[in-house]
């Protein structure tokens, strides 16, 4: 055995090597206001745009910001990985194109949420000649930049995912809903004009009038569920793996993060575009002080459909025929929900406090306990 002279080469990370080579700001925090990142230009999209990661980002996902100037449009994209928009402000639309010439295209505002299928070409177009459009999109880049360590076969490989295209209706807000159970209901579409106004199943077990949808988009790895809040309550404590890029679409409130044993709760505000993916396993819930119901959307990696991960499997669908998926069963029955009578006296206190600051009337009694 000879020594060698090459520099030994070991414990990469070809994602963040990408990520830093793409000459746009990156910022990282426990929440990120997706509004105030600081934006660059962005040379591979045609672009201004930012990256964006947290302690909570888990292995797989990351975050971009896209902004398209007044009458700007993005240089057409291909890539291997998957991607999950959501448009903060403006108006535009966004054509796909796959390689056997087959397009598709729609136009979004506010709020619309929406899949690039895997390795279709697209191009985004802002609509208007004046105002600025804002998108934000997560992204399981990280996953297959570190896999494949390849840039030109991740951006440049013409192979079609013919089996991504989905129902043409798919692309023209309309879709195919599923009810399972509650929590576990999913709306299969590509693209949703307004996740402000979309439909959402009650969700009682996470919440006293709490409601949610999970998605299922562009058949893909990427997870997606929407939740409200009703005004002025909120939701109970729970856990699961990291990498849910929680992100408020909104209301107005925070959430407490801590870990069994710990201390004082860890804190984060939040208002619509406000972005927090609690920690691997930490215990996170969410307060709403305002008057109106709290929407979020929460965006990671492992679908309802595929969720690639046993650990992903397991919480958040559960065992075949089990009542309950893992996510909504109490830690007192081997879960990770804590049950709003086995909560800390702390939690509701605050609670009450924060609700009395804001001038809002709380809508619970006691814990969970809805005044009719
Ligand atoms: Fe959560």
Redesign the pocket.
Known sequence: MTNTLNQPRYGLDPYKDWAAREGIPISYGVALDLFEVPLGDWARVGARGAIAHFPGSGDFCNMFVLELGAGGSTSPQQHLYEELFFVLDGRGSTQIEFSDGRRRSFEWGPRSFFAIPLNAKHRHFNGSGTQRALLASTSNLPLIIKTFHNEEFIFNTPFMFADRLGKDEYYAGEGDLYLIRQGNNFWETNFVPDMGAIALTAYGDRGAGSSNIKFVLGDGVLYAHMSEIAPATYKKG?R?MSG?H?MTLSGGGYSLLWYDGQKDFDRVDWKYGTVFP?LEGQF?QHFVTSNEPSRYV?TGFGSFRYPVTEANRRISIGDPGAKKQASSTSVKDGGNQIEYEDQDPRIHALWLEEMRKSGVTPKFSAPGKLIA
């Open positions: 729970h699961h849910i929680v609690p996170h929460a």
